[in-house]
C-alpha cells in the first residue's frame, strides 16, 4: 500500500497513519463503490479487497470500541471481535479486543450468537425506554444495556455512556442510518472511505440515508492498492 496524498508518495505505516488525535474522537468506516453504493445484494463484502481489509483490521485494533446498527449486524452477521497477534502493540494497556456496541432501539437481536455467547469483551446494546421490559432484561444477562433515549436511541447520550466506560475512541461501521444520524448529531470527527474499483448501480444506499447534515471535511491523506483509495477525511475545526 503506497501513499499518494500528500506528498511526496511512498509506503505508509498504517498504523501511524490511522492514529487517533486523542482519546475521544468517532470515526466512522466505510466502503462505497465507484458510483457511490455501499453494498451488493445488501452486502459491504463484495465491495472489499486485500488492502480494505488490511485498513479494517488496523482501524479495529486502533478503536476502544466498535459501534454498529442493529441492521449491519443483523445483515453482516457480526461476531465478537476476535484478539489479532499484529493487535499487540496497538492495544497496550487495553482488552486485547475491542468490544462490539450495537444500536437497537427494539432489541432485535439474537441474543444467543456469538456476538453475546463468545465475547471475550462483554457487548454492549444501547437502547431505549420503550424497549420491551422482558427483552431489556433478556439483554441484560448476556451484555452490558445503555439505555440512551426514550422512543429513539440519542446518538449523544450514546457516546457519552460509551465514554463513561473509558470508551472514547470509536469506530463506527454504520449502517448508513447510524452513520446519518450521527452526522446530523454534530458527532463525526472523522470518515475513513474506501472508494472500490466497481459500478454497481441498482439502489444501494450511500454512507449517509437519513437526516440531512452539512459537515465540512478536509482531505487529511490518500492511500493506494490495487485500484482501491483509502480516504481519511477529518472534520473542519469549528
Not at 451484555?143 to 440519542?154: H, I, L, N
Not at 446519518?180 to 444506499?205: K, M
Amino acid at each position: 500500500m503506497r501513499r499518494i496524498h500528500p506528498g511526496p508518495a511512498g509506503d505508509v505505516d498504517l498504523a501511524a497513519a490511522y492514529a487517533y488525535p486523542g482519546e475521544r474522537w468517532l470515526r466512522l468506516n466505510m466502503v462505497a463503490s465507484a458510483d457511490g453504493g455501499i453494498a451488493v445484494e445488501g452486502l459491504s463484502g463484495g465491495l472489499s479487497g486485500e488492502g480494505d481489509r488490511r485498513v479494517f483490521g488496523v482501524l479495529r485494533g486502533l478503536a476502544d470500541v466498535v459501534l454498529a446498527g442493529a441492521a449491519t449486524v443483523r445483515a453482516e452477521g457480526y461476531g465478537p471481535a476476535r484478539p489479532r497477534a499484529s493487535w499487540g502493540p496497538l492495544r497496550a494497556g487495553r482488552p486485547p479486543a475491542p468490544p462490539i456496541a450495537v444500536i437497537s432501539g427494539r432489541l432485535a437481536l439474537d441474543l444467543a450468537s456469538p456476538l453475546f455467547t463468545e465475547a471475550a469483551v462483554p457487548t454492549i446494546v444501547i437502547t431505549t425506554e420503550s424497549a420491551p421490559e422482558a427483552l431489556r432484561r433478556r439483554a441484560a444477562e448476556v451484555a452490558d444495556v445503555v439505555v440512551a433515549g426514550c422512543d429513539r436511541v440519542d446518538p449523544a447520550r450514546a457516546l457519552a455512556a460509551l465514554r463513561e466506560r473509558g470508551l472514547g475512541r470509536v469506530l463506527c461501521e454504520g449502517g448508513p442510518r447510524i452513520n446519518a444520524q450521527l452526522a446530523a448529531a454534530g458527532l463525526v470527527d472523522e470518515l475513513c472511505l474506501t472508494v472500490s474499483p466497481r459500478l454497481i448501480g441498482g439502489q444501494a444506499a450511500r454512507v449517509l440515508d437519513g437526516p440531512p447534515s452539512l459537515t465540512p471535511l478536509t482531505l487529511a491523506h490518500v492511500l493506494e492498492q490495487d485500484g482501491f483509495l483509502f480516504c481519511k477525511y477529518t472534520r473542519e475545526p469549528r
